[in-house]
């Protein structure tokens, strides 16, 4: 270990920014589907060493030091934390490409702004990270938490800058495995993030030449606090997961319909009929052979963006939803949504939404989403690109428009609805409105059809679960091509399709439990957690300097 430091320290040019770039990489693997969370070490304990390597005076052979100014050292920082965070999210997030080749004729030149694109603007983050880092650098185990105060910290600027993309964050390498995501009831996911840097970054102790002669003798006071730590995380989540299933919420039978439907050239308006008639049929499957119709189903639940058209302009549609709902069902789907009220330059306002039909056909109740999709639901700059011919990917003239404010959704039959289509689901803290009461549920819709079998997915799926245990409430999941779940509020999996399949998922609806310390506080339990270990630091630079 201490040659290997040696030898990232001191490397230099094109080899330092490869060796950034692959050790980012690997953290990937601590993320969904694969879910290896040792594996965050590698990437976490190189950022150390790389971080060292732009201190202002560096030991090069043989014996000679380079002394740098702050400003070049911060520079040097930002470009080796960029390297770093564009290997990560390269490897993480490779698949977005699929969106682009489901109109291949239209989109594929655009291929490498997906593939390539956003990871380099995505890894400006930890390059800002390991800047603030290099701030409050100190010789030692002090390190470890200037690393985790600055990468934290640009973390949670991710998940909030412009619309915000908290996708992969470090903590999700704890998120992963169901015990110790459990301390995100507490700190949530960016108290996690804090904790996850801390823990996987220990290792980079045993670069050191003390560390090693210590280790002889005893365990690196450092590598022990942080198996410590890591085993305090352990006990705690099985302690809370050690209950009994709690039995689900008497006179509610769900029914999940997952169509798995392409997003390719026939999911057009000419093919609806078809399209209805093949949601229809699957709905009125049961999921086992000795159950079919809705007869004991008291909510049906298709996915975001289910039609080709505005579904509550059709009445021929939405006559042939409601003739095969009873009486005591309702349909819980997603649907584009188009406003009477045109918008002064003429066009109509479309927006996606969830709508509550009932038998018969009538709309009780819709939901327009709030935090859209950047090219994917709308363009920035939209005048811009107009001139140019470029268009978001949802067929929809101008794109959507974004609801005004995130509120409860109103389903007979359930208690108060936390609804969110697709991405919405990723944004810990947000995901229950702020001003209403806490509701029974989270309703998540969403279409991963854009992303066929990739890891995107899986990734997307661990996101909304963290959800669940961070509110202290079940997540019910309707995705398009999968993965479709239910899900209590402890993180656990009761029942869920997998991707690709096409089928109906029936099942209870789990209890809620009492709001948890991070539901309750949901920003100030993971900025306390982020102030003391700035404040750790910072303490330890004062007494060094």
């Known amino acids: 270990m201490l040659a290997l430091a040696a030898s990232i320290i001191l490397a230099t040019g094109w080899r330092r920014r490869l060796i950034a770039l692959a050790a980012g990489a690997t953290g990937a693997l601590a993320m969904a589907p694969f879910n290896f969370f040792p ?3 590698i990437p976490m304990s190189v950022a150390v060493w790389l971080i060292d390597s732009c201190a202002e005076t560096r030991q090069m052979p043989p014996g000679r030091r380079v002394r740098l100014n702050l400003s070049t050292a911060l520079w040097r920082a930002f470009g080796i934390g960029w390297w770093w965070g564009f290997g990560y999210f390269l490897a993480g ?6 969106a682009f080749l489901v109109e291949a004729d239209e989109f594929a030149w655009a291929l490498p702004l997906g593939v390539v694109g956003v990871p380099a603007l995505l890894a400006i983050f930890p390059g800002l990270g390991f800047v603030i880092a290099r701030l409050i650098w100190t010789p030692g185990a002090g390190r470890l ?5 600055g990468l934290s910290f640009a973390e949670w600027l991710r998940g909030h800058a412009l619309t915000g993309f908290p996708w992969n964050t470090f903590g999700m390498a704890l998120a992963g495995n169901l015990v110790t995501a459990q301390l995100a009831s507490i700190v949530g996911l960016y108290g996690l993030t804090v904790i996850a840097i801390l823990i996987f970054s220990a290792p980079a102790v045993l670069g050191e030449k003390s560390a090693i002669r210590g280790a002889r003798r005893r365990l690196p006071p450092a590598i022990a ?4 730590t890591f085993a305090g995380i352990c006990a705690f989540g099985t302690l809370r997961l050690a209950g009994p299933i709690a039995a689900p919420v008497a006179g509610v039978k769900l029914r999940i319909m997952q169509p798995n439907l392409a997003q390719d050239a026939k999911f ?9 008639a093949r949601y229809l049929t699957l709905s009125a499957r049961g999921a086992k052979s000795d159950r079919s119709g809705l007869d004991d189903v008291t909510v049906l639940i298709w996915p975001e963006s289910a039609f080709p058209f505005i579904l509550s302009r059709d009445a021929g549609a939405l006559a042939e939803i409601g003739a095969i709902l009873p009486q005591d069902t309702v349909l819980v789907t997603g649907a584009a949504r188009a406003d009477d009220e045109a918008l002064p330059y003429g066009r109509a306002r479309y927006f996606n939404a969830i709508q509550v039909i009932a038998s018969g056909g009538h709309i009780l109740d819709s939901y327009d989403k709030v935090h859209l999709v950047p090219f994917g639901e709308y363009l920035p700059f939209q005048t811009a690109f107009d001139r140019l011919g470029m268009r978001q990917f949802v067929h929809v003239p101008g794109g959507f428009e974004a609801g005004s404010k995130s509120r409860l959704l109103v389903v007979p039959g359930l208690p108060a609805v936390a609804p969110l289509i697709c991405y919405e ?4 803290g947000e995901v229950v409105p702020a001003e209403a009461p806490r509701p029974g549920l989270l309703l998540n819709v969403t279409n991963d059809g854009w992303f066929g079998t990739t890891i995107g997915p899986y990734q997307h799926f661990a996101q909304a679960r963290l959800r669940a245990i961070e509110e202290g409430l079940p997540l019910i999941r309707a995705a398009n091509t999968g993965i479709s779940a239910i899900v209590d509020p402890y993180g656990r999996v009761l029942a869920e399709l997998p991707l690709g399949a096409e089928s109906v998922l029936d099942g209870g609806l789990p209890q809620q439990i009492a709001a948890p310390v991070f539901a309750r506080f949901p920003f100030a339990s993971a900025f306390s957690v982020w102030i003391a270990v700035l ?3 910072v303490s330890r630079r004062r007494r060094i300097g």
């Open 535 to 537: 404040a750790i630091a």
């Open 268 to 276: 057009r308006p000419d093919n609806k009929a078809r399209i209805l």
């Open 39 to 41: 594996a965050l070490a």
């Open 93 to 98: 997030l490779w698949w977005l490409g699929a």
């Open 425 to 428: 689901a990723i944004f810990p």
């Open 145 to 149: 938490f200037a690393l985790s105060a």
């Open 225 to 228: 606090t942080a198996v410590l």
